[in-house]
């Protein structure tokens, strides 16, 4: 080949080559950014959050992660985001609000997405029914709380009480025996529906009917219902935080106002270390019409049906949820893991305080009513405080609340 053909073959290789790199598309090396929003918990817990999501970052190099903490009016920002067509990639949400989601075609199915290796069968059944709509998986639970007993060991002692009580009536005996001993009170009461719907599913009634209004004012719910009642108004062996100057049930029981309350897997954090000289422990909430009986509440992630990168979404998705992410999530023991196998690991069915919550994940009632919760939940609020506080009777309280809600349900239908 002589010299000008030679410079000839040269000058055509580069230029194939110059062509070739520039029309071909890109590698699987171009990264993208997606966007993952979520409410605002503790310092401690979006500095877990933050490490699991630079390990994530870490195993997939090609995908970054923007978190956005939206700290006020969360669902109401999602929801304007979502009909603007500027919501997040992936996103937090909470099982009371998933149904009216789920219901409105924003929410990318994710059944597609899920392989045998995912091994969808290790999530605990109740959980992840609670993100299933007609047959889909819309969200994965990332973690939850069912409630416990929480009791004093020193006021139970002093007061000769060896076990934490089994039944209700036995919690009310128990109640009767620590009021005005150690503590103030013996039992401390949380008169919202979301720790209450328990009460009403003891006797076989409901919170919604099958048309989705609410249904909480018959016989049976008002069963379940009177036991708070009677205790508080005729026994006086319960106080709400607001009785006693605190701001929550844990609050109550950390101050030493009560010698028990129910509370979910949050309050043992808080309470050792905000209270460290509080010597407890806790049981699984007392059966009451002989059946076992909790609520649970959890929150999953779900993808934006209009997302671009639903590949890199269902990564992010997989991995948080996955055995290696949902492990580092949860060791600390902020979250309960969802995954059979990873309370497993980490111990949490054996744990002496937690034990007893995740015991209570299998017949808890999901903390969901229906696609309109805002008007169930206030006018339940609302009007069973006020039955409470002895203003009405609770036949009348629950009637007129479930009335309202009805009407308002009907408004927005």
């Not at 009580?165 to 001993?181: A, F």
């Not at 720790?195 to 989705?212: E, M, S, V």
């Not at 109550?252 to 309470?271: C, D, H, R, T």
Request: hydrophobic fraction near 40%; charged fraction near 20%.
């Amino acid at each position: 080949m002589n010299k000008r053909k030679w410079l000839y073959f040269w000058a055509l290789v580069t230029a194939t080559i110059f062509i070739s790199c520039h029309l071909l598309p890109p590698t699987s090396t171009s990264s993208v950014t997606i966007k993952l929003s979520g409410w605002g918990g503790s310092p401690v817990e979006q500095k877990l959050l933050k490490q699991v999501l630079q390990n994530f970052e870490a195993k997939h190099p090609t995908i970054k992660v923007k978190y956005e903490v939206i700290s006020d009016q969360y669902m109401d920002v999602i929801k304007t985001r979502l009909i603007g067509e500027a919501a997040p990639d992936v996103f937090y949400l909470d099982a009371l609000e998933a149904p009216f989601l789920m219901n409105q075609n924003v929410l990318e199915p994710l059944d597609s997405y899920i392989k045998p290796e995912f091994d969808l069968a290790d999530f605990e059944k109740n959980l992840l029914n609670i993100f299933k709509y007609q047959n889909h998986i819309y969200g994965l639970p990332k973690d939850y709380s069912t409630l416990a007993l929480f009791y004093n060991k020193k006021a139970f002692n002093h007061s000769g009480l060896k076990s934490p009580p089994t039944t209700w009536d036995e919690l009310r005996r128990y109640s009767q025996r620590l009021t005005g001993k150690v503590n103030k009170y013996g039992f401390g009461e949380s008169p919202e529906l979301a720790r209450q719907a328990y009460k009403i599913k003891a006797f076989g009634g409901k919170l919604i009917d099958k048309n989705g209004y609410a249904a909480f004012a018959n016989e049976a719910a008002l069963k379940g219902l009177n036991l708070v009642i009677e205790q508080y108004r005729k026994k006086q062996t319960s106080a709400l935080s607001s009785d006693v100057g605190a701001s929550s049930g844990s609050d109550m029981f950390g101050q030493g106002k009560v010698s028990m309350v129910i509370e979910g897997n949050w309050a043992i954090p808080y309470l050792q270390e905000t209270f460290p000289q509080i010597d407890f422990a806790t049981a699984e909430v007392p059966k009451i019409n002989n059946k076992k009986g909790t609520m649970v509440y959890t929150v999953a992630y779900v993808m934006n049906k209009q997302t671009k990168h639903k590949k890199a979404a269902w990564e992010l998705i997989s991995y948080l949820t996955g055995k290696e992410g949902m492990t580092k999530w949860t060791r600390t023991g902020f979250a309960l893991p969802t995954r059979k196998s990873v309370a497993s690991k980490l111990g949490y069915d054996q744990d002496p305080l937690r034990s007893a919550l995740v015991a209570g994940v299998n017949y808890a009632t999901p903390w969901q009513v229906g696609e309109y919760p805002a008007a169930i939940v206030n006018n339940f609020d609302n009007q069973f405080l006020s039955a409470l506080l002895g203003e009405q009777p609770l036949n009348q309280a629950m009637l007129r609340a479930q009335n309202n809600a009805n009407q308002q349900i009907k408004m927005m239908e």
